[in-house]
């Protein structure tokens, strides 16, 4: 259409009345282009909107002291501001019947995130700017992240260890030590947790089951097991000691803060996770700051029931069953497409299937998931427990939804795009190359290996990107097959046979799901979601420009080869 | 061959190739028959809910006693329980009828044994001298040397402490709640003796209850408990006459309805109330039975008569089941008829020898056991799935409880004596509403924007835009879902009036810019030709601005302030936060790159001296646009469309997180619905294996896979002729 575009032009740019204009029907082109203009204009404001509200939420933002009269209570608070916005004086009045102030015609409203939980609650609430009497941007005010009741903000008035007031030159010097000790006194238990205690008890848990499967062998003969498990209760009992010596370790300390209104709340040191000064921060530290938050992001475990900390079992079960699911999908595939157009006699049959194949790729990804449900794990996984895991019954080890199944079930829901894309690949390859490998002497399966797949291999790569990256984006057939809000172990770890498929995972997706909509505050977990989207989003967008330039780069490459 | 002098293959590379044929055929056959397995395995899961009923007699035993009072079983029917006459609670084994245990409660005569209502495991006895105490019958299952064993218990309730009734009692009902205990008494004379226990636990004494005497008519009358004890059914067995009595506390009972039952002047033949006790069956003489329902009405809540079957002979005897809406009914040649109340079928039926004095189905209503003079006889029933009828699936069905028949979709509920409501056509409504909302938004959008993509956009922009809006096909839509419920839905809600206006004031800003850009220079405009659509974002996001900027006065001018208040006070319209608005435009955003897609590659291949001819003719941009082009491409479009339409039908996340998710019918664009694959994503990890509810949720699948094949294979269908016309052209 493009050379037709310089005929039409000529045509229509010709000066018209602006009667002509109309008649000659370019304002609905206009409109056309609006349509183009709407669609590219979505695009990149969901992805812009994701990105400034996801990646804002790492930034150490300042905290502000604001003093508020309502109803003629005084109020003072510190807070960050996390959202400011105007609504109408009836819109207010409708959501404010007894306020007992003149309303301006517009109202600002500020969403202050207040912290404090456990002292002052809420730790979200909206300010209307003329309630303020007094604000101010305090240089010493302490952000506190902890391990509950989320964040605290206040002044750092002392420090206890044991109940006794430590004197110190520099508190905050004095503070950030102590952060230091209980932080490496908390990586020593949580090793000892994660190693030894966790291997222990899958220890124990496979002697229960060895024992109860000799009585279901009706071999009565235990005492090697019980020697072992015996041993394994005494080193159990060790660790235990060490585990609760360090706990007490732990909680010697405590911060005292003094709150917005002057009272002082004593926080244990052993729940603080990090401590910083925003307001007397320089660009560059808390350009650190927001680095390490990042990291942190992508490195810790959840908390709070998923809404703070990070996401990395999540991200982790997602990137696990993906990669699981393009080891299934990849050799099916191929094989699938191999047959299809290598080996099958064409025909209607034939076109047929591919039709067929090719519809499969707008089925409901719902549908997959309840087919998974039925035939996988129920059906399925229910015959391998009653064949191989006699022992565990009644509770199932594969009958029930876990990471196998939901990579097998993904499998199936993407095995359609590999192939459609594997078989366009190979109908590109001309016949005179697969003519030319054998007359050359070599067998089919020769020319197949040696040659066609080779060429075949940029449309292979790109369909198993495109499987990956739907995939990735999956969540609906994933919480009928496996996925989790919180998983207790991660699917692989150091017990044998450190990767266990039958474990439920968690997905970022499902993350998404569960914390934006199950979660009570809200407020509190709406930036993580945002934050996680994004990480989402760009996982697939990276994953879907990488198929792109990799089709490009190898068609190219392949065109030459041909020439 | 033999010719050529050609060098021989090894019998290696021969062995290779020969294996590698076979591998590749078996795995492509596998691949491709897993595919059909996932339609054929659906089917098979849900082939049982047509299964056929059956009944079959399974033993059949004398047994002389004529003073079995009750029966009961265990739930699964290992062991048979008789409650006696003299005092014996006896345990049988259910085949050969061998008596394993027996408990010697009393030494005194029983008159009655009755189960109290809604339990199914405590009975209340009345002895001669008309003292009503009561027992619970246990079965425990236990492993001894690892074989499995199940024993009875029979446990005395309240410390076997006993209530005396009038000795003129005709008649008793016992119901019980967590902490209360009600029993009625029918003297003689008619009237009505309620006593009332309140907080009494399992293990304290009765003592101190509360009692109160209504009037009744005298008469044959048989007096029940209603649902939760809050009413008494007082049925004249006669005559058909009733009395319905709420009883919201013993000393203010009142009556609320007094009617009959009778029909054409002749009394009923049998009564039953069916499980829960909010219906009760009603047997006549002319073979019909008709289920009369508490139902709401202006003077509170009566009895109605919601539906009836018909069987060729008088109904002598009706026995429901305990866990759902099912009865039996036997008639007066002996024949029992299975039959199921909500889906309003009459199931299979059986011959007795006699008309049995007791009837009784096992809990989990695949064994019924009847008691005659002197042999007691047990059936098999295979039963599973008797709520399902094609009219229960897709047609309205009166409910217990409801005013009238509806459609309604609610799967399960806390009480155990609850009516499951399978009406799938809420939820088919819901898909098809969010779906067609969402295709309103996404074809003119799509449809418009692949026209100028494919025609009158620069070369340039055309690489950029393109594979931009694909990528957005990719966007998972639980993140679309996400935006789209906690961030587009207030930002709706809070400015309802621009979002509204936007519809007519985009397009008319945006035509009103292109004229004024018309009289640009014309150096300008060939310039810029091409690149309309870059121009036209800025503008199309500054008018958007503009008019959310302006909602209050808008909102003002156009709905007297507020534009909720208004739809609701003009229109009777009602708002939900996250409705079919919000549906439409976050799907519309899901199916906008696969219909954009489609249509911009047919719109893109149509044969290029088409165009060049409706041009040359002096038609303009446009009228080859409109008369050329979209005609020619028109089935690629159609099947983008279809296309498009079966992505939204299933489209699971969106719905889910963006809706209110209630299966409520009504086409109103600013209220929710619930879909087939949310309803599934939401009940499915809850339902039972091969329960009822599971299958139909599997039924559920089926539908919406059905509906996606159906309308991509008419689109795939529809662009392959197209590809050979575009050939032919």
């Known amino acids: ?163 006794e007031i430590v004197e110190s030159e520099d508190l905050w010097e004095e503070f950030q030590a102590r952060i230091e000790r209980t932080a490496s006194i908390r990586e020593e238990i949580d090793a000892l947790q994660e190693g030894s205690i966790n291997g222990i008890n899958y220890e124990l848990e ?30 159990y009992a060790v660790i235990e000691r060490q585990v609760f010596d360090l706990t007490t370790q732990l909680e010697r300390d405590t911060a005292s803060l003094a709150l917005a ?176 490998s054998l007359a050359l002497g070599a067998t089919k399966a020769e020319t197949i290996f040696k040659v066609v797949l080779p060429m075949a291999s940029p449309s292979i790569l790109t369909g198993m990107i495109l499987a990956v990256a739907r995939a990735a984006g999956e969540v609906a057939p994933l919480m009928l097959v496996g996925v989790v809000k919180l998983a207790p172990t991660l699917p692989i770890d150091g017990n044998f046979p450190y990767l266990h498929l039958e474990r439920k995972f968690m997905h970022l997706g499902f993350h998404i799901y569960d914390v934006g909509f199950q979660s009570p505050n809200v407020d509190a977990a709406r930036p993580l979601v945002f934050a996680t989207a994004l990480l989402l989003v760009l996982i697939i967008i990276v994953l879907n420009l990488t198929a792109i330039t990799l089709r490009n780069r190898l068609e190219a490459r392949f065109r030459v080869s041909i020439n | 061959m033999t010719a050529y002098n050609l060098p021989k293959i090894s019998n290696r590379r021969r062995l290779t190739n020969t294996i590698t044929a076979k591998v590749i055929g078996a795995g492509g056959v596998a691949v491709i028959a897993a595919i059909v397995l996932i339609m054929g395995y659906l089917f098979w899961v849900i082939l049982p809910i047509f299964a056929p009923t059956s009944i079959d007699v399974l033993d059949n035993v004398s047994y002389q006693p004529e003073d079995v009072l009750a029966i009961g079983s265990d739930d699964s029917f290992e062991i048979v329980t008789l409650v006696r006459g003299n005092g014996h609670v006896e345990f049988r084994n259910p085949s050969t009828f061998e008596l394993e245990n027996v408990a010697e409660m009393s030494a005194m005569p029983w008159r009655d044994a009755i189960l109290v209502f809604p339990t199914t495991d405590t009975y209340a006895v009345r002895d001669t001298s008309n003292e009503v105490r009561f027992f619970r019958i246990s079965h425990q299952v236990r492993y001894i040397d690892n ?50 226990f309140e907080e009494v636990d399992d293990d304290f004494e ?69 499980l829960g006790r909010y219906s009760i069956l009603v047997g006549h003489d002319s ?158 959008i799509a449809v418009a924007g692949a026209v100028y993509t494919a025609n009158f956009m620069s070369p340039g922009m055309r690489a950029w835009v393109k594979p931009g809006i694909e990528i957005m096909a990719a966007l998972p839509t639980v993140i679309l879902g996400f935006l789209a419920g906690l961030w587009l839905a207030p930002i709706v809600e809070d400015h309802l009036t621009s979002v509204l206006l936007c519809v007519i004031v985009l397009p008319i800003g945006m035509l009103l810019f292109a004229t004024l850009w018309s009289r640009m220079p014309s150096k300008v405009l060939s310039a810029c030709d091409g690149w309309f659509a870059a121009i036209a974002v800025p503008v199309l996001v500054f008018f958007t601005w503009i008019t959310l900027e302006f909602d209050q006065p808008l909102a003002n001018l156009f709905f007297s302030g507020d534009a909720k208040t208004w739809m609701y006070e003009k229109l009777g319209l009602e708002y939900d936060q996250r409705n079919a608005l919000i549906i439409g435009i976050a799907m519309g955003l899901a199916v906008i ?23 040359a003719l002096g038609a303009t941009r446009w009228q080859t646009l409109v008369r050329v082009v979209l005609l020619t491409a028109s089935p690629g479009i159609f099947s983008a469309i279809m296309i498009g ?68 294979t008419v689109a795939e269908i529809v662009r392959n002729r197209l590809r050979t016309r575009y050939g032919n052209l």
Request: with cysteine; charged share 20%.
């Open chain 2, 593 to 615: 790159p696969t219909i954009f897609s489609i249509a911009e590659d047919a719109i893109y291949g149509v044969p290029q001296h088409l165009v060049h001819g409706s041009l």
């Open chain 2, 147 to 196: 074989t499995r064993t199940l024993e009875q218990r029979v446990e005395p309730v309240f410390v076997n402490t006993t209530y005396q009734l009038p000795q003129d009692t005709a008649d008793f009902d016992v119901y019980r709640s967590d902490e209360d205990l009600r029993i009625v008494a029918r003297r003689q004379d008619g009237s009505l003796l309620l006593a009332e």
């Open chain 2, 206 to 274: 009765l003592e101190f209850p509360i009692e109160n005497t209504i009037e009744a008519p005298p008469g044959r009358y048989r007096t029940l408990f209603g649902p939760r004890g809050r009413f008494l059914f007082n049925v004249n067995e006669q005559t058909g006459d009733f009395q319905l009595i709420l009883v919201p506390s013993v000393l203010r009972p009142r009556v609320v309805q007094s009617s009959s039952f009778a029909e054409d002047g002749k009394a009923p033949t049998a009564f039953e109330p069916l």
């Open chain 1, 206 to 235: 496979s002697i229960r089951l060895e024992k109860r499967r000799r009585q279901l062998d009706d071999i009565h003969e235990f005492s090697d097991l019980e020697a072992k498990e015996e041993r394994l209760r005494a080193d």
């Open chain 1, 261 to 436: 209104d002057g009272r002082i709340t004593d926080i244990p040191i052993s729940t603080v996770i990090q401590a910083w000064m925003p307001n007397s921060m320089s660009v560059w530290r808390k350009l650190g700051l927001y680095c390490k938050n990042l990291w942190n992001f992508l490195t810790d475990d959840p908390r709070e029931a998923n809404t703070e900390g990070g996401v990395y079992p999540a991200l982790f079960g997602t990137v696990l069953m993906v990669l699981l699911m393009s080891a299934l999908v990849t050799p099916f595939g191929v094989i699938a497409a191999l047959y299809l157009r290598e080996y099958a006699k064409q025909g209607p049959f034939v076109q047929l299937i591919r039709i067929a194949v090719n519809n499969l790729a707008g089925v409901p990804s719902i549908v997959y998931g309840v087919f998974g449900l039925g035939f996988f794990v129920y059906a399925i996984g229910g015959s391998i427990d009653d064949l191989f895991f006699p022992e565990a019954k009644p509770a199932p080890t594969f009958g029930t939804p876990g990471l196998i199944w939901a990579s097998l079930t993904l499998a199936l829901l993407t095995v359609p795009v590999v192939i459609v894309s594997t078989e366009e690949g190979l109908t590109r390859i001309p016949r005179a190359v697969r003519e030319g």
């Open chain 1, 1 to 163: 259409m493009a050379t037709s575009d310089a005929v039409s032009q000529d045509l229509s740019l010709q000066r018209q009345s602006l009667l002509g204009w109309w008649r000659s029907g370019d304002p609905w082109i206009w409109l056309t282009s609006a349509a183009v203009a709407a669609s590219v204009a979505a695009v990149l404001g969901l992805i812009s909107l994701l990105a400034i509200n996801g990646l804002a939420h790492f930034w150490p933002s300042q905290v502000m002291s604001i003093e508020y009269e309502r109803f003629g209570a005084k109020t003072h608070i510190f807070g960050e501001l996390s959202e400011r916005e105007s609504i109408g004086r009836r819109q207010f009045m409708e959501a404010n019947p007894s306020y007992d102030k003149p309303v301006p015609a517009t109202v600002e409203r500020w969403l202050i995130k207040t912290g404090n939980r456990q002292a002052n609650p809420p730790d979200f609430r909206w300010l209307f700017a003329h309630d303020v009497i007094a604000s101010s941007v305090p240089q010493d005010v302490v952000v506190i992240e902890r391990t509950e009741w989320g964040d605290a903000f206040g002044l750092l008035v002392g420090i206890k260890q044991k109940g």
């Open chain 2, 645 to 712: 339409f079966g992505r939204a039908v299933g489209e699971t996340m969106i719905v889910l997180m963006a809706t209110g998710n209630t299966p409520i019918m009504d086409l109103n664009l600013f209220q929710g619905m619930r879909t087939f694959a949310a309803n599934i994503a939401v009940e499915m990890p809850e339902s039972e294996a091969n329960s009822t509810h599971f299958r139909i949720l599997f039924l559920m699948a089926l539908v919406l896979f059905f509906i996606t094949f159906m309308f991509n």
């Open chain 2, 287 to 444: 073979g019909v039975v008709r289920q009369w329902s508490l139902s709401p009405s202006e003077i509170g809540t009566v009895f109605k008569p919601i539906r009836s079957m018909d069987f060729d002979a008088p109904i002598l005897t009706l026995a429901s089941e305990q866990r759902r809406k099912g009865f039996v009914a036997v008639d007066a040649n002996n024949t029992a008829h299975l039959a199921y109340t909500t889906s309003n079928r009459v199931l299979t039926s059986i011959d007795f020898d006699a008309m049995p004095k007791l009837l009784v189905f096992s809990p989990r209503a695949d064994r019924l056991v009847t008691y005659q003079a002197d042999q007691i006889q047990t059936y098999a029933i295979q039963n599973a799935h008797p709520e399902i009828s094609w009219n229960s699936l897709w047609g309205k069905v009166w409910y217990e409880g409801y005013e009238e028949p509806v459609f309604s979709w609610q799967s399960s509920s806390a009480d155990t004596d609850f009516e499951a409501k399978f009406s799938l056509t809420p939820l088919l409504f819901g898909t098809l509403k969010a779906a067609f909302y969402a295709m309103i938004f996404a074809i003119p």
